[in-house]
C-alpha cells in the first residue's frame, strides 16, 4: 500500500426527512448500484438512507472523573470473560493476552495514580480505559436473558436495561479516546475506535459507525499500520507480537471499509496488498480453528476481491473483470480447507466455531453478490448469478439463525445480508417478471422466512425493525404478481391499492414508470460503463455458475488472487 495514500471519507450523509420515520437507522446512501438505488428505484423513501446521532467530547479534565464510571472488579471480571466467549470472535480487534496483562497493570495503579490521571499514569496505560469500556460495553449487549444476576446492580434506575448501561460504557470510552491529542495516538486508541464503531453499528447508528471506522483508519495510518509490508514503523521495529497485532488490525479496519463501502455505497479509503496477508494456520484435531483462522480464509477466498468490486465503476471495460473475479471465487471456495465446511461435525470444536463459519459462507456469497449486483438490470448472466448468491445468502442466513441463540441476535450480520439479499431478489421480480416467474414461489418463500426471522429479532436488534417494514411493503408488492400479465398491468405506476398508501406517500415524488422502463443511464454508474453493458455484447459467459463445493481436504492453500488476470487501476 502507497504509504502516501491520503483519507479520503467523504462525507455523504444528506438531511433527514423531516417527517422521519423508523427506517432512517440503516445508515446508506442513494447509491445506484447497490441496495439503497434499487429501493429508491422501487419507490422507497430517502429517509431510509440517512441518519444522525450527536457526539459529545471529554475534556482532559474530566478523564479522573471518567475512570470513576468504571464497574468493580467482580463485575468486571464477568463482563471480561464474557466479552472474550461469546463476542470476541464476531470481530477479532483486542487479543486476549495482551489485553489480560493490560488489565493486570490497569489494576496494580494507585490511588493517588488514578487521582492524577492521567497525567500521571504510564503512557502505555493513559488510553487503556477507552479500550476497556468498549469491551465492557459490548460484553453488556451481549448479555443472554438469564445473565449473572449481579450484574442488575449497574443500572440505578428502575426502567434502565444492560444496553443501557452498555451505552454509557461506550460513550465514555468513546470521549476519552477522543480526548487525546492527535500526537498522543496509540494502537489501543485505534483498537477502542474500531471497537466504537462495532457498537455504533450493532446499535443502529450506522452512518456515525462509518464515520468513526474513518477516524480510527487515520489514526491507524498515523501509527503506520498501514506500512507494516515490507518495513515496520518505527515504533514497532523489533517488536514482533506487537507489529503482528498492528497488521491485525490494520486488516480488520480495511475489511470494515471494504464491506461498508460496498454495502452502504461510501467511499473506500484504503488498500491491501493480499501477499502481505498470511493464509489461514493449518488446523486439525489438535489445534482447532481460531478466529482469525476464518477471517484470514475468508479474506483469500473473497474478501481480497471487495476492493477490486468496488473500483469497477472506474473502468470503461469491466467485463473481463467480472468474470475473471468470478472464476478465481469459484475456484477458492472449492479449495476451502475441510474445516471450512458447514456440513463437518463440530465435535470437540470451540462452540462458536459453526456460526462463525456460517458467517463465512455468507460473507463469501455477499462478494458474488456484490460483483454482480451493479449490472442486474442490463445482462442476464449478472442477473443470474447475483440471484443465485442472494438465494443462497438466505439460506445462509438461516441455518445461523436457526443455531444461534438469543444473545446473539444483536449482531448486525443478521439483518444487512438477509435486507440486500431480499431487496435484490425483489427488484428483479418486478422488473422481469416473466422471467423469474418459475423462482416466483421459492421467493415467497424466502420473503416470508426473511420477515419470520427479522420479526424476531426486532425485540433486540435496533436494525431489524426499519428493514422489516420496508421488505414486507416489498412483499406486498410481489403477492401482487401472481401472472406475468398482471404484473406487466401492474407496473402501469398507479397505486396497488389501499394496502400500499403509506408507501404511496413515500413514493410521492418518484418516476416510477422510468423505473419499470429505466433509462440505463440512470440506473448504473459511470456513463462509458453504462453505454458497455447495454449494447447486448456482454461477453460475461451466461454459463457461470455459483454453486460452492466444499469439503477438499487440502494439505497447504492455494487460493487464487488473479492478479495476472484483474488489471491494476
Known amino acids: 500500500m502507497d504509504s502516501e495514500q491520503h483519507i479520503r471519507l467523504e462525507d455523504s450523509v444528506a438531511a433527514s426527512s423531516p417527517t422521519g420515520d423508523e427506517s432512517r437507522v440503516l445508515g446508506y446512501t442513494i447509491n445506484k448500484k447497490g441496495t439503497a438505488g434499487i429501493i429508491h428505484s422501487l419507490g422507497e423513501s430517502t429517509s431510509l438512507w440517512h441518519d444522525s446521532h450527536s457526539r459529545n467530547d471529554l475534556s482532559l479534565g474530566q478523564y479522573a472523573s471518567a475512570i470513576r464510571e468504571l464497574p ?15 463476542v470476541a470472535w464476531h470481530y477479532d480487534i483486542v487479543d486476549e493476552a495482551t489485553f489480560t496483562n493490560q488489565l493486570f497493570h490497569w489494576r496494580c495503579l494507585s490511588h493517588k495514580q488514578l487521582k492524577n490521571a492521567p497525567e500521571s499514569l504510564p503512557a502505555s496505560l493513559r488510553a487503556f480505559p477507552a479500550l476497556l469500556f468498549q469491551v465492557l460495553a459490548q460484553a453488556l449487549l451481549f448479555q443472554p436473558k438469564q445473565h449473572d444476576k449481579s450484574l442488575d ?22 470521549r476519552l479516546a477522543s480526548s487525546f491529542r492527535k500526537d498522543e495516538i496509540s494502537f489501543i486508541i485505534v483498537q477502542a475506535g474500531l471497537m466504537r464503531a462495532c457498537f455504533e453499528k450493532t446499535t443502529g447508528a450506522v452512518t456515525e459507525a462509518w464515520h468513526t471506522l474513518g477516524t480510527a483508519i487515520r489514526d491507524a495510518q498515523e501509527l503506520g499500520l498501514h506500512r507494516l509490508e515490507p518495513a515496520s514503523p518505527p515504533y514497532l521495529r523489533n517488536e514482533g507480537p506487537e507489529r503482528d497485532l498492528g497488521s491485525k488490525l490494520w486488516l ?57 468490486i468496488h473500483d469497477l465503476e472506474t473502468m470503461d471495460d469491466c467485463r473481463l473483470m467480472v468474470q475473471n473475479i468470478h472464476e478465481a471465487l469459484l475456484t477458492n471456495i472449492a479449495k476451502l480447507p475441510a474445516w471450512a465446511s458447514p456440513q463437518r461435525s463440530r465435535q470437540h470444536e470451540p462452540h462458536w466455531l459453526s456460526a462463525a463459519l456460517e458467517v463465512l459462507f455468507t460473507n463469501i456469497q455477499f462478494v458474488l453478490f456484490a460483483l454482480h449486483r451493479p449490472f442486474v438490470f442490463v445482462d442476464s448472466s449478472n442477473r443470474a448469478n447475483a440471484v443465485h448468491a442472494a438465494t443462497q445468502t438466505l439460506a445462509s442466513q438461516q441455518r445461523l439463525f436457526d443455531q444461534t441463540e438469543p444473545l446473539q441476535y444483536r449482531a448486525f450480520s443478521f439483518v444487512f445480508a438477509t435486507f440486500d439479499a431480499m431487496v435484490l431478489i425483489a427488484a428483479v421480480h418486478i422488473r422481469f417478471p416473466d422471467e423469474m416467474m418459475d423462482q416466483f414461489s421459492a421467493t415467497i418463500a424466502n420473503f416470508e422466512a426473511a420477515l419470520s426471522r427479522l420479526k424476531v429479532l426486532q425485540a433486540s436488534n435496533k436494525l431489524a425493525r426499519p428493514a422489516y417494514n420496508v421488505l414486507q411493503r416489498l412483499y406486498g408488492r410481489l403477492l401482487a404478481i401472481t401472472t406475468p400479465t398482471e404484473s406487466s398491468h401492474s407496473s402501469s405506476g398507479h397505486a396497488e391499492g389501499d394496502s400500499f398508501s403509506g408507501m404511496e406517500t413515500e413514493m410521492s415524488y418518484v418516476d416510477w414508470d422510468g423505473f419499470l422502463q429505466p433509462d440505463f443511464e440512470n440506473v448504473l454508474c459511470p456513463q462509458p460503463l453504462t453505454h458497455l453493458l447495454c449494447n447486448g455484447d456482454s461477453a460475461i459467459r451466461p454459463s457461470l455458475q455459483t454453486q460452492p463445493v466444499y469439503g477438499l481436504d487440502e494439505s497447504q492453500f492455494d487460493f487464487v488472487d488473479n492478479s495476472e488476470a484483474i488489471p491494476t487501476f
Open 252 to 308: 480488520m479496519l480495511h475489511l470494515w471499509d471494504a464491506h461498508m463501502a460496498i454495502v452502504l455505497g461510501r467511499p473506500m479509503s484504503t488498500r491491501m496488498n493480499p501477499s502481505n496477508v498470511p493464509f489461514p494456520a493449518l488446523c486439525d484435531s489438535n489445534r482447532p480453528p481460531r478466529s482469525r483462522d476464518v477471517i484470514l480464509c475468508g479474506y483469500h477466498t473473497a474478501h481480497k476481491f471487495l476492493q477490486d
Open 153 to 174: 446492580d449497574l443500572k440505578y434506575a428502575a426502567d434502565m436495561e444492560l444496553s443501557d448501561r452498555a451505552a454509557e460504557y461506550s460513550d465514555t470510552g468513546h
Open 72 to 86: 468493580s472488579l467482580r463485575h468486571m471480571d464477568i463482563l471480561v470473560q464474557a466479552f472474550f466467549q461469546n
